[in-house]
């Protein structure tokens, strides 16, 4: 993998060549598993971070929009776990978790909305005006001791088109059993 610029994809790559480097040099088993955001029960910062915004009705749609949602429910990484410590078949390679069926964030923004029972957001922000908001937030949060509002990472999350193929892992047998719209009802019923 190329790095991307990115400090937290960037630590993740890098700590993936650690642990092949180690894995090949004491000639260990190895399968890496590699998650999208994970959300669900005990997620104490994607979904409330997305219901505190909701609540307050300062959400903005960044970009158009269109991108797709890159979750995977902790329920369906759990079962992945499972089922590739128990397949020979999954040793050394590396599989990509998502659910193929999310929607955009648009619409996944409107489950949420619509699960709290307020209003839908339909207001955009450019992408670049967003991640410039958000890195003055971090400056701000800096030196207020307070949590910023969003931060880069989170609009490169919501702004970006992301792909990450789930050939590999469907292959193995994975089929998520969580879909978006129920874990996220599931969620928010649980805030």
Request: aromatic letters at 6%; proline letters at 7%; charged letters at 25%.
């Amino acid at each position: 993998m190329v790095p991307t610029g990115d400090p937290y994809g960037d630590t993740k790559i890098e700590a993936e060549r650690v642990v092949r480097r180690q894995a090949a040099a004491e000639e260990l088993d190895l399968t890496i598993i590699r998650p999208t955001v994970i959300y669900g029960p005990g997620d104490r910062l994607f979904l409330p971070k997305i219901v505190e915004n909701l609540r307050s009705g300062r959400v903005r749609i960044i970009g158009s929009g269109r991108n797709t949602v890159d979750l995977v429910h902790v329920a369906d990484v759990a079962a992945f776990v499972v089922m590739v410590i128990t397949d020979d078949r999954a040793i050394g390679r590396t599989y990509n978790l998502n659910n193929p069926d999310n929607p955009d964030w648009a619409t996944l923004l409107g489950l949420v909305a619509e699960a709290l029972d307020v209003e839908t957001p339909h207001r955009r922000l450019p992408y670049p005006v967003a991640l410039g908001i958000a890195g003055a937030m971090e400056v701000t949060a800096r030196l207020t001791g307070r949590a910023p509002r969003l931060t880069r990472y989170g609009v490169r999350v919501v702004g970006r088109q992301y792909h990450y193929p789930v050939t590999a892992a469907q292959e193995l047998g994975f089929v998520p059993s969580v879909t978006l719209r129920d874990g996220m009802r599931h969620c928010v019923e649980a805030l």
